[in-house]
């Protein structure tokens, strides 16, 4: 597959990983791509490279437009080494180019590499002339790290923005507009799996881009398709997911052991669905965690169901749950439920961890003893309605 140009002299010479299936902890079905961009001018600039196995792969494409060793500059936004991991010997290729990054970046990059390299560092509205146009610099940091840096193009309207705004997907396009109606879900799974937590961030950053008044024509991220066509949908997007915008969607999330968990998760499911809330029962063995998360993000209710084991929760629940803090998903009621044998103990341990971690919890709770007799199933299925009223109330 041939580099792409997006703009007059600029170009896509990135990889793409059809195969990868797991992005730390993130399933990713449908593969991903690591972008980088080549700009042609008088002096020629790489921003960002890709994951170290890549290299050669990215250096196919840039040899098609130019002779490597022509490139001046190499733009650095993010040390993670799904952009940084062929920088070391795309220098080597190259000589010996500048290579311009933020201050934490220059650190992260020197512990990475060990390398002596011609660096220069930029900071926030520092701008770069490398001839007919001017590259500015806007740190945006821990949108991914704290060393990320967005690379904005005033000539092209072209913002380079890194891993806000990317999406996990392997695909024979470059654009969002070729590429059919799936993009916003993969845009929704990577937020919820790896920005949420930063909400506050960007929408400090929305506006700070905002206040600057910057045109932006097209968003380029270091991940997935390109935003051709209406950039500002997915800039849209991320106000309203870090805003915590929902409709009154609820999901049960469980596991069983003996079956007794999920009769009450399905019977909390009916409660809901009899009071005409959109509901999903979300198992945890069936279910990766990040699409848990995922479906997690449009929700305003959270039930969590978990049966006793050695008087606590499920393991599938504690690691969901460990999962879930971290990603601090704001402005969600959650409720519990559960079942146990003799000590009980999930009910309890779930809600510890949920305390810890200040979310809002119902205050009602619901524990089966061993099987659930017709008595207690009608008792889910009123705690089920009561969650829903609460919630389309809120
Ligand atoms: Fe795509 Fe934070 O790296």
Same mark, same amino acid.
């Given at each position: ?38 700009? &042609?001018?008088?002096? +020629? ?19 098609? =437009? ?68 001017? &590259? ?15 690379t904005y193009i005033k000539e092209d309207q072209l913002l &380079? ?33 790896? %920005?949420?937590? &930063? ?30 066509? +209406? ?16 409709? +009154? ?14 009769? =009450?998760?399905?019977?909390?499911? +009916? ?64 409720? %519990? ?58």
């Amino acid at each position: 597959m041939e580099a792409v140009e997006l703009k007059k002299g600029i170009y896509w010479v990135g990889a793409i990983d059809w195969n990868v299936r797991d992005f730390h902890g993130y399933s990713t079905p449908h593969g991903t791509t690591y972008n980088a961009y080549l700009i &042609l001018d008088e002096k +020629n600039v790489l921003v960002d490279t890709v994951k170290a196995p890549f290299y050669l792969e990215m250096l196919g494409r840039i040899s098609e =437009i130019i002779d490597p060793s022509k490139i001046d500059v190499v733009v650095s936004n993010h040390v993670e080494m799904d952009h940084s991991g062929a920088l070391p010997q795309m220098v080597d290729r190259i000589g010996d180019p500048t290579v311009i990054t933020s201050e934490r970046g220059q650190k992260g990059l020197a512990k990475h590499y060990k390398k002596p390299l011609r660096w220069k560092v930029v900071k926030t509205g520092e701008a770069f002339s490398i001839g007919s146009r001017t &590259l500015t610099f806007l740190e945006a940091p821990m949108l991914h790290w704290p060393d990320s840096m967005f690379t904005y193009i005033k000539e092209d309207q072209l913002l &380079l923005p890194n891993d806000a705004f990317g999406q996990h997907v392997a695909s024979s396009q470059r654009f969002e507009d070729e590429a059919g109606g799936e993009v916003m879900k993969h845009a929704a799974k990577y937020y919820a799996n790896i %920005l949420w937590p &930063l909400a506050p961030l960007i929408l400090k950053k929305v506006e700070e881009v905002t206040r600057m008044g910057i045109p932006i024509d097209m968003i380029a991220p270091s991940h997935g398709l390109i935003w051709r066509k +209406n950039p500002g949908r997915i800039v849209e997007a991320y106000v309203d997911w870090s805003r915590g915008k929902v409709g +009154n969607k609820i999901l049960v999330i469980y596991d069983t052991m003996w079956g007794s968990t999920e009769s =009450i998760a399905r019977a909390i499911l +009916n409660g809901l669905v009899e009071e005409r809330v959109e509901a999903r029962l979300l198992h945890l063995r069936s279910n990766h965690r990040s699409d848990v998360i995922e479906e997690m993000l449009e929700a305003k209710g959270v039930l969590l169901g978990s049966p006793t084991l050695n008087n606590g929760m499920f393991p599938s629940m504690a690691d969901f749950l460990t999962y879930m803090k971290g990603l601090r998903p704001k402005g969600k009621l959650f409720g %519990l439920f559960g079942s146990h044998g003799w000590g009980g103990g999930a009910v309890k341990e779930m809600r510890k961890v949920l305390e810890q971690e200040k979310f809002e919890i119902w205050e009602k709770e619901l524990s089966v003893q061993y099987v659930p007799d017709p008595e207690e199933v009608k008792s889910a299925i009123q705690f089920g309605r009561e969650f829903a009223r609460k919630i389309r109330e809120a």
